[in-house]
């Protein structure tokens, strides 16, 4: 089934992409839109190890590590990905 996904941030993760600095937290965002939202469950996209489910995701995306929450059960409108973290060693 294909959805069109809602891409919501926690506080955290838009602490993380403040960090990156304005020109690669664009990028970032850019290519969350592009690769995750389309298809969360897909691309470069695993299952988070130790994590709670298939809907607890980590995915490598523009040389970050992004872990995000897709919900998108019955009754949820507009299915939703929550961007819980992004992780990036080369940010200070």
């Not at 965002?29 to 190890?49: K, N």
Request: overall charge neutral; proline content about 8%; cysteine-free.
């Amino acid at each position: 089934m294909s959805y069109a996904y809602r891409v919501a941030y926690t506080p955290e993760a838009r602490a993380d992409l403040i960090k990156l600095g304005e020109q690669l937290a664009k990028t970032v965002s850019a290519a969350i839109s592009a690769e995750i939202a389309p298809a969360p469950y897909g691309g470069l996209s695993i299952p988070r190890p130790m994590g709670g489910g298939e809907w607890d995701r980590t995915a490598l995306v523009a040389m970050s590590a992004v872990r995000y929450v897709v919900s998108d059960g019955e009754g949820i409108d507009p299915p939703t990905i929550t961007i819980v973290r992004v992780i990036n060693r080369g940010a200070s």
